[in-house]
């Protein structure tokens, strides 16, 4: 099979170098070529601008390697030395039935309004979930993964502390606001 491929190509090679030497061919009649290439020689060449003046480039020396070293602590503090709240006796209410919007992250809710009425709460507050579905909660309510519970409402946020792990075993409680989400 390749060798029938070579065999068509040989017939084409002597057709390709006639096409190809025909153009070496001496053409008369290149008198204007000559005469266009001797005006363009004639005339003055345009001047070139001298290289601009370049700085020398001045190099840095890194003079810091005898100081402290930024990523290591000022001072070696152990666990011990530090005085924590009385903060083992603060823990989640695991007992406790888990309201609806705690199965969310509390970066996914939103607040979207509040109702005001008369009688023990004072002002409702309206989150949404992510399922765009709008809830009514108040004081003492929970929202979020991390146990948080309302601590206060007003018109324009919503206060609440959560109970986070403190990553020694124990637990700390964490402030946090919901803003309420503006409408353009």
Same mark, same amino acid.
Request: hydrophobic share 35%; charged share 30%; with cysteine.
């Given at each position: 099979?390749?060798?029938?491929?070579?065999l068509k190509m040989a017939r084409f090679?002597?057709?390709? #170098?006639?096409?190809?030497?025909?153009?070496?061919? &001496?053409?008369?009649?290149?008198?204007? #070529?000559?005469?266009?290439?001797?005006?363009?020689?004639?005339?003055?060449?345009?001047?070139i601008e001298p290289l601009p003046e370049?700085?020398?480039?001045?190099?840095?020396?890194?003079?810091?390697?005898?100081?402290?070293?930024?990523?290591?602590? #000022?001072?070696?503090?152990?666990?011990?030395?530090?005085?924590?709240?009385?903060?083992?006796?603060?823990?989640? $209410?695991?007992?406790?039935?888990?309201?609806? #919007?705690?199965?969310?992250?509390?970066?996914?809710? $939103?607040?979207?309004?509040?109702?005001?009425?008369?009688?023990?709460?004072?002002? &409702?507050?309206?989150?949404?979930?992510?399922?765009?579905?709008?809830?009514?909660?108040?004081?003492? $309510?929970?929202?979020?993964? $991390?146990?948080?519970?309302?601590?206060?409402?007003?018109?324009?946020?919503?206060?609440?502390?959560?109970?986070?792990?403190?990553?020694?075993?124990? &637990?700390?409680?964490?402030?946090?606001?919901?803003?309420?989400?503006?409408?353009?």
């Amino acid at each position: 099979m390749i060798r029938t491929e070579v065999l068509k190509m040989a017939r084409f090679c002597p057709l390709l #170098l006639v096409v190809l030497a025909s153009g070496c061919v &001496w053409v008369e009649g290149t008198d204007d #070529l000559k005469q266009y290439t001797e005006e363009q020689k004639a005339k003055p060449s345009g001047r070139i601008e001298p290289l601009p003046e370049f700085k020398a480039y001045e190099s840095f020396v890194y003079e810091g390697s005898s100081l402290r070293d930024p990523f290591k602590p #000022l001072a070696q503090i152990s666990a011990n030395d530090i005085e924590y709240e009385d903060q083992d006796a603060l823990k989640p $209410d695991m007992e406790r039935d888990r309201e609806y #919007l705690e199965t969310f992250s509390l970066d996914v809710l $939103d607040m979207v309004g509040t109702i005001t009425h008369t009688g023990d709460t004072g002002i &409702w507050a309206l989150i949404k979930d992510p399922n765009a579905e709008v809830h009514q909660v108040s004081v003492g $309510d929970y929202l979020g993964n $991390d146990y948080g519970q309302i601590v206060s409402v007003s018109e324009r946020k919503l206060d609440l502390v959560e109970i986070i792990s403190n990553g020694r075993g124990g &637990w700390m409680k964490r402030p946090r606001t919901l803003s309420l989400e503006v409408q353009d």
